[in-house]
């Protein structure tokens, strides 16, 4: 991955991570117009959105790409809802050693509309026509990345070192999936 691919997703959340309050983890100052906001997606061609239906997740991310964050076992297939995911957990060195588990979901009858709040908003973010959807949670966060107006693929990480270290990964790893994704 090129250092800017990997600014892609990073950068688009750059001016949402800047409103946070430093004092408490997560929680934007300023009003809810002050955040970034992207208009709504391109009306998607059937082939978009028909290409991601026939995407397996475990072929968007592979252990090797996640070494920088510890060692990982490959991915483990499964379903959440109506989404194909694959989970990754990362391999703990020590009871002192923080837990990861990286997820990616596809979601080929979900767009970035139909994300749910999991308590600290839901944050929208626009970078080179690629719509983006930050969904931070206690000790988690989700980066959505849209692929058409009813199609997105869910990035998660869940970590023990917090939400902000949690989001710092789902963008970077968010950056890696996107490269493989279909534009709409």
């Known amino acids: 991955m090129s250092r800017t691919s990997a600014g892609i997703v990073v950068g688009a959340f750059v001016a949402i991570s800047v409103g946070c309050s430093p004092g408490v983890e997560g929680q934007?100052?300023?009003?809810?117009?002050?955040?970034?906001t992207a208009s709504s997606l391109a009306p998607s061609s059937p082939s978009s959105a028909d290409s991601l239906a026939g995407i397996d997740p475990c072929s968007l991310l592979k252990a090797n790409e996640l070494s920088k964050y510890g060692n990982f076992p490959q991915g483990s297939p499964g379903n959440v809802g109506v989404g194909?995911?694959?989970?990754?957990?990362?391999?703990?060195?020590?009871?002192?050693?923080?837990?990861l588990v990286v997820s990616?979901?596809?979601?080929?009858?979900?767009?970035?509309?139909?994300?749910?709040?999991?308590?600290?908003?839901?944050?929208?973010?626009?970078?080179?026509?690629?719509?983006?959807?930050?969904?931070?949670?206690?000790?988690?966060?989700?980066?959505?990345?849209g692929v058409s107006e009813s199609s997105r693929v869910d990035v998660y990480a869940g970590t023990t070192a917090g939400t902000q270290k949690s989001c710092e990964i789902a963008d970077e790893v968010a950056a890696m999936v996107e490269q493989k994704l279909p534009q709409s």
Request: net charge negative.
């Open 28 to 36: 934007p100052e300023g009003s809810q117009t002050e955040k970034a």
């Open 104 to 145: 990616v979901n596809v979601r080929a009858d979900q767009g970035l509309d139909d994300a749910q709040d999991m308590g600290q908003g839901v944050e929208r973010a626009e970078n080179d026509g690629r719509e983006y959807a930050r969904i931070p949670s206690e000790g988690s966060c989700t980066i959505a990345i």
């Open 84 to 99: 194909k995911q694959c989970d990754f957990q990362k391999t703990r060195e020590g009871a002192a050693d923080s837990t």
